[in-house]
Each structure stands twice: as C-alpha cells, then as structure tokens.
C-alpha cells in the first residue's frame, strides 16, 4: 500500500511561484508513473504532469513552459515546480501513483492564487 502526502500549497499572488511536494512511503517512486492532477470548484480532476519510472515527464498543455515536474529517490519524493501561476491554476492539488492495475492517491494541498 502507498502512502502519498502533499504540501507545500498555500497563498500566491498572480505571476508568483509555489514548489509543492509528495512524499511516498511504501512504494518507490522510481518505479510507479506518478503524476500531478488538479481539480478546481466545479470542475473535473484533470492532469497536470507526469514522470514515468524510466524520467520522461509530459506536461498539459495549460502549464507546458511554467510548471515542472521532477522527483528524488533518495527522498522518496516527487516535486511540481510551478512559476508563472495564473488565476486560473488555483485549485486542489494531488499526487498520484500509478502501476498498473493500482493507483494511489494523496489528500490534496490547496493551491490558491489571487492578489
């Protein structure tokens, strides 16, 4: 069973810059897909970015240029840099593990931007 835990959301005006962070336990990151999904107010959960176990990301097409994903193994943990944050970002951020046919989820971290 993995364990997923999100932080580092929070306040951030428009134009600002939010690293948030997914912390695994039970399960190597190295070795899932894990990605980062949002959901905002009346909207469907949608994907962010993705690392695959072998490091090639993919990126919708939203945050392409702004936003990175990346991972440490040595802590177990995987990362979404996000810059450049717009309005339309805010939302419920999650971690996702996935290894087919399991998928796991964290609790979400609240991103909101606003000035």
């Known amino acids: 069973q993995v364990q997923l835990v999100e932080s580092g959301g929070g306040l951030v005006q428009p134009g600002g810059s939010l690293r948030l962070s997914c912390a695994a336990s039970?399960?190597?990151?190295?070795?899932?897909?894990m990605g980062w999904y949002r959901q905002a107010p009346g909207k469907q959960r949608e994907l962010v970015a993705t690392?695959?176990?072998?490091?090639?990301?993919n990126y919708a097409d939203s945050v392409k240029d702004r936003f990175t994903i990346s991972r440490d193994g040595a802590k177990n943990t995987v990362y979404l840099q996000m810059n450049s944050l717009k309005p339309e970002d805010a939302a419920v951020y999650y971690c996702n593990a996935r290894r087919l046919p399991r998928s796991y989820w964290g609790q979400g971290t609240q991103v909101t931007v606003s000035s």
């Open positions: 039970g399960g190597t990151v190295t070795i899932y897909t």
């Open positions: 690392i695959l176990s072998g490091g090639s990301t």
